[in-house]
């Protein structure tokens, strides 16, 4: 089973470049998120979606943006990537029913230079 | 504004003996209490959590305790392992919302053999 995948689980951008972070899970979860966490700070929420087509902005979404065509995929685009953007991403999932506990992807190690 | 609040950023404990990590919380609207673990390079897994209908629920090593008067909760891992080296977050749900969680800063176990 292997619940939220992330890809990559790493990369270096340029300032300026864009890229796509890949997110999927195979739970079959309404729920989705992607968090990022700074050095020595807890996950912030940038995007959730609650199912296909839904998706709604976090605590920090300014530079991101999402889509979620199918409830398997969730992936979070970057545009005009910057510094400020180097971070530790985090996709995550949780059911509408049942018990409230999110499961977390691996997560992408981000370095803007 | 820091709704979750974890005011220790490390703890070392003895191996076998009690470990006690801490949580404040501010928003009152906050009805579902949850603890991850999270080891290097790793996403964060679940732990354990608790409902605010409750004020302990314990799984194993593992108890929560949450006073709701004082928006507090604490996790109890007794006894300690070094296994249980890692940080831990706390969070929140309130449960009108798509369930996206409110992390605290977390804190870094340590627990020596």
């Known amino acids: 089973n292997a619940g939220v995948t992330q890809t990559p689980k790493f990369r270096i951008l340029k300032i300026g470049q864009s890229m796509t972070l890949q997110c999927t899970q195979d739970?079959?979860?309404?729920?989705m998120y992607w968090y990022r966490q700074d050095p020595g700070m807890g996950l912030k929420l940038i995007y959730y979606s609650v199912g296909a087509g839904i998706t709604d902005k976090g605590e920090v979404p300014n530079g991101y943006n999402v889509s979620r065509s199918t409830t398997e995929d969730f992936p979070l685009r970057l545009e005009l990537a910057a510094p400020s953007q180097t971070s530790v991403y985090f996709c995550a999932s949780s059911d509408l029913r049942g018990n409230t506990e999110a499961f977390f992807g691996q997560g992408t190690r981000l370095t803007v230079v | 504004d820091q709704q979750v609040k974890q005011n220790s950023p490390s703890l070392s404990v003895q191996e076998g003996r009690i470990s006690i990590l801490n949580c404040d919380y501010t928003?009152?609207?906050?009805?579902?209490f949850l603890w991850y673990k999270k080891y290097p390079a790793e996403g964060p897994t679940f732990l354990i959590s608790i409902s605010s209908i409750k004020d302990k629920n314990e799984d194993g090593r593992f108890t929560v305790f949450l006073n709701k008067s004082a928006k507090h909760l604490s996790l109890h891992i007794v006894p300690s392992q070094p296994g249980d080296s890692a940080v831990y977050f706390c969070a929140a749900i309130f449960s009108g919302s798509a369930r996206q969680l409110t992390f605290g800063s977390g804190t870094q176990l340590t627990v020596l053999p």
């Open positions: 739970m079959n979860h309404n729920y």
């Open positions: 928003n009152s609207m906050f009805d579902y």
